[in-house]
């Protein structure tokens, strides 16, 4: 385990980031921290590195990764040209949870990219994500460091239990801060364009630039989300489960009686709730994720709580929801994933549903 409260410049030179910059340099798999969530990193323009991410998570080759990179300066090995919003966002955000959409020029390997002329990149700003890319020298590939289909990880606890076995090393730096994934902006356009909700929020993002549309996938509409990686269902836990619309007392009583209602016809039931009411209900298993009143807290402790739900064997969860501003949209996106869609709405007679 490495600190995370040195610096990157400090870091560089603890034996374990030399190590894994090695590896890195060598075509192996490194799997470290971001601020994010923990990340599985290869040379970017290894074509037979990055291969081996795919393989070890399971990753239909349809969707692109993200690269890193530790300078601002590192970008003009990878893209043409940045347009002067993408630029205003570079100037605010990075080091930060945000990645851009931008032109390629062929210096990646093609399955980064998975074949398109765009390319995500971002710098983190977790000390030993930098002091591993710095050290390296390298863009590092790396997309969330778990199994396809599961939630991100958070811990290097998580990891070992996805990808223990498909990995050549890993960075465990504790816990994450931010907790859910980076923003994902297409900056191509004249209007940049938000591909996937995460820690850098909307209402930031247009301080910053203005306009900023979003891709009207993330809202429900039919069409294909122009980000790949947004159309695969995510994050889903192993049980079968709904999102419980309301606020205030009102949803607390709704997820009281949805809950009777399953656990009398024979379902093990798990309550994902916050701080705030986790004392309020009686079911198999209640997680309580953050507090509501700190949407920071929520965030950070999502997927440790989704999980959480899978080792305590519940076969129906039902979810408190919260309102879809500033960082609780990504909570509620992610958590809208995980539910594949299921939602209970405020004014649903209440059993429906329930035991399909
Ligand atoms: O916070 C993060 O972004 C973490 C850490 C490790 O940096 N990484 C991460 O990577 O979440 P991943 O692979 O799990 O998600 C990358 C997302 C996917 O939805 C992918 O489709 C999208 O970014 N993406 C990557 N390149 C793209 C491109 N050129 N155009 C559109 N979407 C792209
Ligand atoms: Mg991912």
Redesign the pocket.
């Known amino acids: 385990r490495i600190g995370q409260h040195e610096d990157a410049e400090t870091l560089r030179e603890h034996p374990a980031i030399r190590e894994a910059a090695r590896m890195l340099r060598e075509g192996k798999l490194v799997a470290f921290p971001?601020e994010?969530?923990?990340?599985l990193g290869a040379d970017a323009r290894s074509e037979e590195a990055v291969s081996r991410i795919f393989t070890a998570k399971g990753r239909p080759g349809d969707?692109?990764?993200?690269v890193?990179i530790g300078h601002v300066s590192r970008l003009q090995d990878l893209v043409a040209e940045l347009p002067t919003k993408g630029e205003l966002l570079v100037r605010r955000f990075w080091p930060g949870?945000l990645?851009l959409?931008l032109p390629h020029k062929g210096t990646v390997a093609p399955k980064v990219?998975a074949g398109?002329d765009?390319?995500?990149v971002?710098m983190?700003s977790h000390p030993v994500a930098l002091a591993l890319l710095q050290e390296s020298g390298l863009p590092v590939a790396?997309?969330?460091?778990n199994r396809s289909g599961r939630p991100?990880p958070t811990e290097a606890e998580h990891v070992w239990e996805d990808l223990g076995g498909e990995i050549d090393g890993l960075l465990d730096a504790g816990p994450t801060g931010v907790g859910l994934?980076?923003t994902?902006v297409?900056v191509t356009g004249s209007v940049p364009l938000l591909?996937?909700p995460?820690?850098v929020t909307l209402e930031e993002l247009r301080e910053t630039v203005g306009e900023v549309r979003v891709d009207p996938a993330l809202e429900g509409d039919a069409h294909p989300p122009?980000?790949?990686?947004?159309k695969y269902r995510h994050y889903a836990p192993k049980g079968e489960m709904w999102l419980v619309e309301g606020s205030g007392e009102a949803l607390v009583h709704r997820i009281r009686e949805l809950a009777d209602h399953a656990r009398k016809a024979g379902r093990r039931v798990g309550i994902l709730t916050t701080e705030e009411n986790r004392f309020r209900y009686k079911a198999d298993r209640v997680v309580a994720c953050g507090r509501r009143a700190e949407p920071e807290s929520v965030a950070r402790d999502l997927y440790r709580a989704l999980r959480e739900m899978d080792r305590a064997g519940v076969d129906y969860i039902l979810a408190e929801t919260f309102p879809a501003e500033g960082l609780f949209r990504p909570v509620m996106n992610r958590l809208y994933k995980a539910a594949g869609g299921r939602v209970f709405r405020a004014d649903d007679q209440c059993p429906k549903g329930s035991s399909s």
């Open positions: 971001t994010t969530v923990y990340g969707n692109p990764l993200i890193h949870p990645t959409v990219t398109l765009t390319v995500g971002r983190p790396a997309p969330s460091a991100s994934e980076s994902v297409d591909l996937r995460g820690g122009r980000s790949p990686g947004m």
